[in-house]
């Protein structure tokens, strides 16, 4: 499998950290990840189970009719939002949220103004937790994640306007092509499946030697298709990692980038396709296209699970979930940490959520408006540009 070789350079608050500094921090992020592979191995041999659970996979991949639910579900008392998407025109907001007697979706009415103002189109149950929502690019359709963020996972896909069920697939993460005719998700194993999406047929599997494929996007030009990987041994790899497979060759191996980093990568593109943004521990890792290099933004405690781009690529917003040391607000629960991309540096520092669990995801307005972010019970709608909050809604 062809392996992208890439500079490795660490910036921290736009500074480039000199030669003899990065030795240090790489060999603590070896340390650390001796560390990890140690406990993981103290707790197989005491018979333990760690992490989640994952489903029982359906093999070979199948699609299926959304089980029905009652509405009843869908009406329980509201415990968390755990996602959040904005429509292609801004016109709707799609919510996930979490219940004590079941999980649901709500679609939402919107002016583009204040998401207090919304108006409630529908909710309606789903049957697992929605992890992530996505929309196809036309608006028309709604692919709804349910499962563990580590796991085996279900896609359910519903229309857009009315929230009525389509079909379910295998597999997490959803993302649709460009021409709204494929729809890729992410499997526990390390296969990514393309499905079409007019019928729901299984047109493709790409295997990776890896133990789970964790998040997938179509590259901006609609040429490629990556995927982060997570491999729980290998001797050629430093366990995470993304996938790049070509679409007009996808019998052909896909390029592989290893990443610095012992956490699970979430990543994001940028719209004109040069960098791709990996939250990780500690910061955020840029790989650039034209340097061939992989970049290290900050060197900070905390834990990024969230990363997105705002649509004119200027700014990238990071979600931290859990306790965030920060040096103006004191320590903090779930943070948006904004960095501009042309200063390769955090410039401000968001915090909206007081309880915990706080944060859980992030979305832009399509138009870079605004940005939303979800977690304990509410949307949050932020004036990125000044850190100010500019509406609430609560659930």
């Given at each position: 499998?062809?392996?992208k070789?890439?500079?490795y350079?660490?910036?921290?608050?736009?500074?480039t950290?000199?030669?003899?500094?990065?030795?240090?921090?790489?060999i603590?992020?070896?340390?650390?990840?001796?560390t990890?592979?140690?406990?993981?191995?103290?707790?197989?041999?005491?018979?333990?189970?760690?992490?989640?659970i994952?489903?029982t996979?359906?093999?070979?991949?199948?699609?299926?009719?959304i089980?029905?639910?009652?509405?009843?579900?869908a009406?329980?008392?509201?415990?968390?939002?755990?996602?959040?998407?904005?429509?292609?025109?801004?016109a709707?907001?799609?919510?996930?949220l979490?219940?004590?007697?079941?999980?649901?979706?709500?679609?939402?009415?919107?002016?583009?103004?204040?998401?207090?103002?919304?108006?409630?189109?529908?909710?309606?149950?789903?049957?697992?937790?929605?992890?992530?929502?996505?929309?196809?690019?036309?608006?028309?359709?709604?692919?709804?994640?349910?499962?563990a963020?580590?796991?085996?996972?279900?896609?359910?896909?519903?229309?857009?306007?009315?929230?009525?069920?389509?079909?379910?697939?295998?597999?997490?993460?959803?993302?649709?092509?460009?021409?709204?005719?494929?729809l890729a998700?992410?499997?526990?194993?390390?296969?990514?499946?393309?499905w079409?999406?007019?019928?729901?047929?299984?047109?493709?599997t790409?295997?990776?030697?890896?133990?789970?494929?964790?998040?997938?996007?179509?590259?901006?030009d609609?040429?490629?298709?990556?995927?982060?990987?997570?491999?729980?041994?290998?001797?050629?790899?430093?366990n995470?990692?993304?996938?790049?497979?070509?679409?007009?060759?996808?019998?052909?191996p896909?390029?592989?980038?290893?990443?610095?980093?012992?956490?699970?990568?979430?990543?994001d593109?940028?719209?004109?396709?040069?960098?791709?943004?990996?939250?990780?521990?500690?910061?955020?890792?840029?790989?650039?296209?034209?340097?061939?290099?992989?970049?290290?933004?900050?060197?900070?405690d905390?834990?990024?699970?969230?990363?997105?781009?705002s649509?004119?690529?200027?700014?990238?917003?990071?979600?931290f979930n859990?306790?965030?040391?920060s040096?103006?607000?004191?320590?903090?629960?779930?943070?948006?940490?904004?960095?501009?991309?042309?200063?390769?540096?955090?410039v401000r520092?968001?915090?909206?959520?007081?309880?915990?669990?706080?944060?859980s995801?992030?979305?832009?307005?399509?138009d870079?408006?605004?940005?939303l972010?979800?977690?304990?019970?509410?949307?949050?709608?932020?004036?990125?540009?000044?850190?100010?909050?500019?509406?609430?809604l609560?659930f």
């Amino acid at each position: 499998m062809p392996k992208k070789k890439l500079d490795y350079i660490i910036i921290e608050d736009g500074q480039t950290i000199p030669t003899r500094r990065l030795r240090f921090i790489l060999i603590g992020m070896l340390l650390g990840m001796l560390t990890i592979t140690a406990v993981l191995l103290a707790v197989t041999w005491g018979g333990e189970h760690f992490g989640p659970i994952p489903m029982t996979p359906t093999f070979p991949p199948s699609v299926t009719a959304i089980p029905t639910l009652t509405a009843a579900n869908a009406d329980q008392p509201i415990t968390g939002t755990e996602s959040v998407a904005v429509s292609p025109d801004g016109a709707i907001l799609a919510v996930g949220l979490l219940g004590k007697g079941g999980w649901s979706v709500e679609l939402r009415r919107f002016n583009g103004l204040h998401i207090a103002d919304t108006e409630r189109i529908t909710r309606f149950p789903v049957t697992a937790p929605p992890i992530h929502l996505t929309f196809s690019p036309d608006g028309k359709w709604l692919a709804v994640t349910g499962g563990a963020p580590i796991g085996w996972n279900i896609t359910e896909l519903y229309d857009a306007q009315t929230g009525a069920p389509r079909f379910a697939l295998d597999g997490g993460y959803a993302a649709f092509s460009l021409d709204n005719q494929l729809l890729a998700t992410t499997s526990y194993d390390g296969s990514i499946f393309l499905w079409d999406v007019a019928s729901g047929a299984l047109l493709k599997t790409l295997h990776h030697p890896a133990d789970s494929a964790h998040q997938v996007q179509f590259t901006p030009d609609g040429r490629s298709l990556v995927a982060a990987v997570y491999m729980l041994e290998s001797a050629e790899s430093n366990n995470r990692g993304l996938s790049q497979w070509d679409l007009t060759n996808l019998d052909a191996p896909p390029i592989t980038y290893d990443l610095f980093t012992d956490w699970i990568p979430y990543f994001d593109l940028s719209p004109d396709g040069r960098f791709t943004m990996i939250a990780q521990r500690g910061g955020v890792q840029v790989i650039d296209q034209r340097q061939d290099s992989l970049l290290q933004w900050g060197i900070k405690d905390g834990i990024a699970e969230m990363v997105t781009f705002s649509p004119d690529g200027e700014w990238l917003a990071l979600g931290f979930n859990g306790l965030y040391p920060s040096p103006t607000h004191g320590n903090v629960y779930g943070p948006i940490s904004l960095y501009s991309v042309a200063q390769a540096r955090e410039v401000r520092l968001m915090v909206g959520y007081s309880d915990y669990p706080q944060l859980s995801d992030l979305a832009f307005a399509p138009d870079g408006a605004y940005l939303l972010s979800a977690g304990s019970g509410a949307l949050i709608q932020w004036n990125y540009l000044d850190g100010t909050e500019i509406s609430r809604l609560e659930f």
